[in-house]
């Protein structure tokens, strides 16, 4: 029975020409032999098949197969992100959002002190605010295996974080502007908002997956990308109070 090598880091077992450990990810060092092998030994490996079951899921970041239960990719290394690790994430993500409300609150309320006016506290809400709602997306994308893999995943986790933060404002003030216009117009109007901050969260959400993923620029498109929810956002909330 030919000995297979271990992986120095957790101990498991390495597949035969694996690059990375499909349990802990560590990168294979090999030692190069004195001697080149034979075509005929070279043959034989090739035709020897391996007793590895697949799943249907691929990688998402070179896009080899998965292997069944690998929690890393053998071909890059790159985590296997499962769909409970995507549900989960969608889910910190959401609650994220929720959450931000309490310390953009306060940031606001200290802001507001050398503020005149609504107008300028209007614009200063979208520089307080988007960034506080990407801190559970970041939370989530920074994860050892992996939430965030994708430009998709990104639009959508940050979009969810928009929203759990308008669902929690929007209530608030719809219980303050029910007392001036009609009920049903006030949550028509806090609706619409719900709608606007997952969008602007969204953008930011996908300059996430740059950063995590490493791309290149990517901490600069992430701040690009947060700049442009920032200014969506800032101009909303002027041109509302402008508008009375």
């Known amino acids: 029975m030919v000995n297979m090598p271990t992986c120095r880091r957790c101990g498991n077992k390495l597949l035969p020409r694996a690059e990375f450990c499909i349990y802990c990810g560590q990168k294979v060092e090999r030692l ?18 391996t007793l590895v079951s697949y799943s249907p899921n691929w990688c998402q970041n070179c896009g080899a197969r998965l292997l069944t239960d690998a929690r890393f990719c053998v071909v890059c290394g790159a985590g296997v992100v499962t769909s409970r690790d995507t549900r989960f994430t969608y889910l910190a993500a959401f609650l994220g959002g929720i959450v931000a409300i309490i310390p953009a609150a306060i940031v606001e309320s200290l802001v507001s002190v050398g503020l005149s006016g609504m107008s300028g506290l ?16 970041a939370r989530m994308a920074f994860r050892t295996t992996g939430g965030i893999t994708s430009r998709r995943r990104g639009l959508i986790a940050g979009a969810l974080a928009g929203a759990g933060f308008g669902i929690i ?3 608030l003030y719809t219980a303050i502007l029910s007392s001036i216009i009609p009920l049903p117009e006030a949550i028509g109007l806090r609706t619409i908002t719900v709608l606007l901050h997952a969008g602007m969260s969204a953008i930011a959400g996908m300059g996430v997956f740059y950063v995590t993923t490493r791309k290149e620029n990517g901490m600069l498109k992430f701040f690009l990308l947060l700049l442009v929810a920032i200014a969506v956002h800032s101009s ?7 508008m009375g």
């Open 169 to 171: 404002e929007s209530t």
């Open 236 to 242: 909303w909330d002027y041109a509302a109070v402008r």
């Open 122 to 137: 209007a614009v200063a809400a979208g520089f307080v605010e988007e960034p506080m709602k990407q801190i559970g997306v």
């Open 32 to 49: 190069r032999k004195a001697k080149r092998t034979s075509k005929r030994s070279l043959a034989k490996e090739r035709a020897t098949p």
